[in-house]
């Protein structure tokens, strides 16, 4: 059952990184430095124009290829004069612009980004659900989203100290509880890759290719259920991750049965039973007419 998390409004969002601004590059922007890296690597290997949804202080925008065109977007001003400074500092021509603005009401149209990219984002914002469903629409179709984030683990030392942290969300600026189904929410965004990323696995990569109409049959499927227009079992084709599962299983049942002896002397007396040889040759001569 997925873990109550506290709701932080956008004000509190504002004001939790107005003070984190002055210290952000060497503190959290440090902690939060591999997966970025990481991310970006990825888009350099892609073209076109990228979106950043929560570029922050710009720690990021260095590192991007200079055949890209980025645009980056966050709710903090203060968090975007910094990022500013540094575009200006390091002459960045390939970044296009930097806006204030929502991430749950982005300002473009749709399909106008072959890349999106939100790292450490969706911990933050107010309501997730929205966010990811305006990434997918400014997303090109064959173009990708791609998320860094932290997701929370219910068991363990690491999921103790996380629901002890959640109380805290407003004054962290961000959630510590925080399960990943609640950013697999888009009907055209397909998962084609999750990754633990360092340090110590605490974030995690999701790379999502956006694919027009990838979610409508499962969701036809389901309403015709709903409608009795479809039986619930017998039309309906397992998950591919579904039928692995199962099918490692019956190899495992088939291994351990060649494997007990109980077995081959079971089959043994059913052959047996079931052989003339049984008889003995007395058996063969009469009937066989040796």
Request: hydrophobic share 45%; proline share 5%.
């Amino acid at each position: 059952m997925p873990s109550k998390v506290p709701v932080m409004d956008t004000d509190s969002v504002r004001h939790a990184y107005r003070r984190w601004a002055p210290v952000y590059d060497y503190t959290f922007g440090q902690v939060a430095e591999a997966g970025r890296k990481h991310a970006v690597e990825i888009i350099n290997k892609r073209k076109g124009r990228v979106l950043e949804v929560g570029v922050g202080t710009g720690l990021s925008l260095p590192c991007y290829g200079a055949h890209l065109t980025v645009t980056g977007i966050d709710l903090s001003p203060e968090m975007l004069d910094k990022a500013r400074e540094k575009v200006t500092r390091k002459k960045l021509a390939y970044v296009d612009g930097l806006h204030e603005m929502d991430a749950s009401a982005l300002g473009f149209a749709d399909e106008s980004f072959d890349t999106v990219v939100a790292m450490y984002v969706l911990t933050v914002v107010p309501d997730p659900d929205k966010v990811m469903r305006e990434l997918e629409r400014v997303c090109a179709p064959g173009g990708e989203v791609i998320l860094v984030n932290h997701f929370s683990q219910e068991e363990g030392v690491r999921g103790f100290i996380e629901r002890k942290m959640a109380g805290f969300a407003d004054l962290l600026g961000w959630h510590a509880v925080f399960e990943v189904d609640r950013v697999l929410v888009c009907d055209d965004l397909r998962l084609v890759d999750r990754r633990a990323l360092r340090p110590f696995g605490l974030f995690t990569m999701l790379r999502f290719v956006k694919e027009p109409g990838f979610g409508l049959a499962p969701q036809a499927a389901r309403e015709m259920i709903a409608k009795g227009r479809l039986p619930a079992r017998g039309r309906i084709a397992e998950p591919v991750r579904v039928r692995i599962k199962w099918s490692v299983a019956r190899g495992l049942v088939h291994a351990r049965r060649l494997l007990d002896s109980n077995y081959w002397r079971s089959l043994y007396r059913r052959l047996r039973a079931n052989w003339p040889i049984s008889a003995g040759p007395a058996a063969l001569d009469h009937e066989g007419g040796i």
